[in-house]
């Protein structure tokens, strides 16, 4: 039973942080965002995909970061998003750019009954980037059962480098790193026979917030590896960073992508 608890708090820890983050997640067609979006986009071309006049399930799809873009080129995008404050921006941005071929749902991939839903064998393409929806043999089974033809996954890499987060860990007794992604996505996939393809590239995010929006991003951050956070250690840390009021940092990462054949 406290187990159980355990599991039911941490989740409830971590669907209020994404609700919160979605606040100031980054938005599809921001310039940076969109560059960096059309970059790793034009490389699943490479790959042979074809997203043309394509149906796409954007699993974990957050405020459309991919769903917008891609939807330029596809027939039909279906973005899901547990969040429902990702999902509410979203429709936002569909609404605010009068986009026809975009249907965004809130839903948790986890809990979704793919039959019931009528999503199997239903898309040309199964696409996630950056969520922690498919990550087990039978969560990567569930995505290939939604695709005719690919499965793009984009997730973390080797790399996840910030000055003032890898403090903050280290206040705590927390190692800051790359959380669990490609790597262990390719052991699972490879050890299903599959061969995907593996690329990796390295991008960077900004954040930018009050004193007090970092202070309670850096908490749910320590709470969420299971730590006790120390109000007092943090702010004196983020007294040395303020600048009138407002604190910015830099997160350096190496993300992966994987492209594979649906079966």
Same mark, same amino acid.
């Given at each position: ?11 409830? $820890?971590? +669907? ?36 043309? +006049? ?30 429902? @404050? ?12 009068? =986009?026809? +071929? ?23 393409? @199964? ?8 990550? @087990? ?11 005719? $033809? ?31 992604? =490609? ?10 026979? $599959? ?20 202070? $309670? ?23 040395? #960073?303020?600048? +009138?009021?407002?604190?910015? #940092? @830099? ?7 994987? =492209?594979?054949?649906?079966?």
């Amino acid at each position: 039973m406290n187990a159980l608890c355990n599991n039911n708090s941490q989740q409830e $820890k971590q +669907n209020a942080f994404w609700e919160w983050m979605a606040l100031k997640y980054p938005l599809p067609f921001e310039e940076k965002m969109l560059d960096d979006t059309s970059r790793i986009i034009s490389l699943v071309k490479s790959k042979g995909v074809e997203i043309s +006049n394509a149906s796409i399930l954007d699993i974990g799809c957050g405020t459309g970061i991919y769903t917008l873009p891609l939807a330029r080129e596809a027939a039909m995008v279906t973005g899901l998003d547990n969040s429902e @404050t990702m999902i509410f921006r979203m429709k936002d941005v569909i609404a605010s750019n009068s =986009v026809q +071929n975009v249907q965004a749902v809130k839903l948790s991939w986890k809990e979704a009954d793919i039959s019931a839903l009528g999503f199997e064998k239903v898309f040309d393409i @199964t696409w996630i980037s950056m969520s922690h929806a498919v990550q @087990t043999r039978q969560d990567f089974e569930k995505m290939e059962k939604c695709a005719k $033809k690919w499965c793009v996954y984009i997730g973390w890499g080797r790399k996840r480098k910030n000055v003032l987060m890898e403090e903050v860990y280290r206040l705590h007794g927390l190692h800051y790193g790359p959380p669990p992604g =490609v790597d262990s996505a390719y052991d699972i996939l490879t050890g299903s026979g $599959k061969s995907p393809s593996l690329d990796y590239f390295e991008t960077s995010w900004d954040w930018t917030g009050t004193t007090g929006e970092t202070l $309670k991003a850096m908490v749910f951050y320590i709470e969420m590896q299971g730590g006790r956070p120390s109000i007092d250690l943090i702010e004196d840390l983020l007294a040395c #960073h303020e600048q +009138n009021g407002r604190i910015s #940092h @830099t997160t350096y990462v190496e993300e992966g992508l994987m =492209v594979w054949h649906a079966e």
